[in-house]
């Protein structure tokens, strides 16, 4: 989660998902940023390997020059919305009023660098080239190139090298990239977004100190399928430190589940040791202490911090 927070100027946020991470131009301010990137390339490869969701997406701009595709104006919608509609206007206005020279645009950007504004050059004498209806699509491909491709293409390129370093093979990089949809890898980094199914949660549990008979396990189970999709992903962050399920469900986690019988007071939480995806449960005396228990220790800000290690 650090490497990917926006207040290290790594990555930026895409404003319309804040699922997905793209590299941030500004990360140049650091003068060590492209190992920072390289480092970054190796962590998502190692679990990518190991099959571990890290909680975040790559946006299709990042995903793209990953797999070594072009990125076009459609790419960049949620990566930018603003500069997105404005190229789409650009297109869309009439002919007669963008031969006008209303616009007032010639083929150069204005960029940002260490608070200070500089105009570029988006092509040899793009200061003299004024925008019209026969070159604005070249227009606006020279924009959106030079704002997602070339102003953080050594980002990318460290990125895709730290990445390569685990699969030791630099060539197997682009072709893993190349034959998966951006759906494909948004469910290995971020895991599914599908109802977790309970039975499967069940069939993929053993318990030590309990059987599965045991009145405690009948009401447990009882009052897992009552919970709402955020609580049972809170109790099953609380159980395992894993947010989203891998595609293959419970079957793709490193580990079966365990649920210990806890000698604690009837009332103690549960407690977990997420590393082990071990679950320590009192015996608790009735099907509604044991939902109350249930119940607090599935409230996001008590799952995500109370009783894990």
């Not at 990953?66 to 790419?75: C, N, T």
């Not at 599914?192 to 949660?201: F, P, T, Y």
Request: charged fraction near 20%; aromatic fraction near 12%.
């Amino acid at each position: 989660k650090a490497i990917f927070d926006p207040r290290n100027a790594l990555f930026a946020v895409c404003p319309l998902d804040h699922r997905r991470f793209f590299p941030n131009p500004a990360s140049r301010v650091d003068l060590l940023h492209l190992r920072y990137f390289r480092f970054s390339g190796r962590v998502i490869a190692l679990a990518l390997m190991h099959k571990i969701q890290v909680g975040i997406a790559l946006d299709r701009i990042f995903f793209l020059q990953l797999a070594g595709r072009h990125v076009s104006m459609e790419d960049i919608q949620d990566a930018d919305p603003c500069l997105y509609n404005s190229c789409k206007q650009i297109l869309d206005m009439d002919s007669e009023f963008v031969d006008s020279e209303a616009l007032g645009l010639t083929f150069v950007s204005e960029v940002e660098e260490l608070g200070s504004r500089r105009v570029v050059e988006l092509c040899p004498g793009g200061k003299e080239i004024v925008v019209n209806s026969q070159n604005r699509k070249d227009y606006v491909n020279l924009i959106v190139q030079h704002h997602f491709v070339q102003s953080i293409s050594e980002q990318v390129s460290s990125f895709a090298q730290g990445f390569a370093d685990i699969l030791h093979y630099g060539e197997l990089r682009e072709s893993f990239f190349q034959s998966l949809e951006l759906e494909d890898l948004d469910m290995m980094l971020h895991g599914s977004g599908n109802e977790i199914s309970v039975e499967d949660w069940k069939a993929h549990t053993d318990y030590d100190g309990y059987r599965e008979s045991d009145p405690q396990i009948v009401w447990f189970w009882e009052v897992l399928s009552q919970l709402n999709s955020k609580q049972k992903t809170t109790l099953l962050f609380f159980w395992t430190s894993v947010k989203y399920l891998p595609v293959e469900g419970f079957c793709g986690l490193a580990s079966r589940l365990f649920i210990y019988k806890s000698s604690g007071s009837m009332e103690h939480l549960p407690s977990s040791h997420t590393c082990f995806y071990r679950l320590c449960i009192p015996s608790y005396p009735s099907k509604s202490v044991m939902e109350d228990r249930l119940r607090v220790i599935t409230q996001e800000h008590v799952g995500c911090s109370f009783g894990t290690w």
